[in-house]
């Protein structure tokens, strides 16, 4: 079984901040938080991961719960091309990744 | 630039056939992965290999054997024992399993059965 919960499916509107909830609340000490998005027939894209602090990079920025139970990937500025199923995954050293179903984002014109 | 072939794109396989799934990787990477994702569905993982020659069970392994003789190619072979191999097939790669190592992916393979 998956161990993060994300809502199935998300809208948001063209240019707006989209903030994507993911909880974890099983997370240990060493898991990572990884977040992946897959957009139709294509293989998943690496988009950010962390472990305890907030991370920004070209694509998104992560915020992680200063307890680290739940965690929000935010897309500053929603474009057409975000359209994806988004995955947030726990990853711990040499073990298996479990991806669940994720959210499915839709972006409104 | 660096990333993952998978070939081919598209696949048939006839009932009673094996089938093999093409995965190279120019990343350098130590890591791999095969994965299945049935429709609306996560994915689903089938093997990995943390190192050349040594690989290990996913979730799902049975129907499915794989081999790692080179570190750039990680090729999955779907036996007739898969009862149910239509599916999108993921291959992916990573520098090691550490956990703060972000996986890279192809761009898949759909395998259908004729």
């Known amino acids: 079984d998956a161990k993060t919960t994300q809502p199935n499916s998300m809208e948001s509107n063209e240019e707006e901040p989209v903030h994507l909830p993911c909880n974890h609340s099983?997370?240990?000490?060493?898991?990572?938080i990884h977040w992946y998005r897959q957009l139709p027939s294509q293989g998943p894209e690496y988009v950010i991961h962390g472990l305890t602090s907030n991370v920004n990079n070209r694509m998104a920025s992560l915020a992680i719960a200063e307890d680290r139970k739940s965690s929000t990937l935010i897309l500053h500025r929603a474009t057409l091309r975000d359209a994806a199923v988004y995955y947030c995954?726990?990853?711990?050293?040499?073990?298996?990744?479990?991806f669940g179903p994720g959210t499915s984002l839709s972006v409104i014109p | 630039d660096g990333g993952i072939t998978q070939s081919p794109k598209y696949l048939f396989r006839k009932e009673g056939q094996n089938v093999t799934l093409s995965c190279e990787q120019n990343?350098?990477?130590?890591?791999m992965y095969w994965y299945r994702q049935d429709p609306g569905q996560g994915l689903r993982l089938i093997y990995y290999?943390?190192?050349?020659?040594?690989?290990q069970k996913g979730d799902i392994a049975e129907g499915y054997s794989v081999s790692r003789e080179k570190k750039e190619s990680f090729p999955l072979t779907v036996t007739s024992a898969q009862k149910n191999p239509t599916a999108f097939y993921l291959c992916a790669s990573s520098w090691g399993l550490d956990s703060n190592q972000p996986q890279h992916f192809g761009d898949g393979t759909r395998l259908s059965i004729l």
């Open positions: 099983t997370i240990s000490g060493t898991d990572y």
């Open positions: 995954i726990l990853k711990t050293s040499y073990d298996k990744v479990i």
């Open positions: 990343l350098n990477h130590d890591a």
């Open positions: 290999s943390q190192i050349v020659n040594d690989f």
